[in-house]
């Protein structure tokens, strides 16, 4: 479960925690487990949004007649001119 950690190790962190934290270490620990909790929750948010992202797919053609050749629908915005130089 905790891969290269052996027996000893814990035996030793848990009377290090002890030490330091003393009687509010389940505080602490509530603190910790929250904080994780929060930090899990943000990632799998984060993923969940990418994903959707990832697999939508905006329309690039509209038909405006039916017909098996679709058509490119041109903007509705009017085109940019370039403003002619009036002190000329």
């Excluded at 290269?4 to 330091?20: D, H, N, P, Q, R």
């Excluded at 038909?63 to 490119?72: F, G, L, R, Y």
């Amino acid at each position: 479960m905790f891969g290269g950690i052996g027996t000893t190790e814990m035996v030793a962190f848990g009377v290090l925690a002890l030490m330091l934290f003393g009687s509010k270490l389940p505080e602490v620990a509530r603190n910790l487990g929250g904080t994780y909790r929060g930090l899990k929750r943000n990632v799998d948010e984060f993923k969940r949004e990418f994903q959707a992202v990832d697999t939508y797919e905006p329309p690039k053609y509209q038909s405006k007649i039916a017909s098996d050749e679709p058509q490119i629908v041109e903007s509705s915005a009017p085109k940019f001119e370039i403003p002619k130089d009036e002190d000329a």
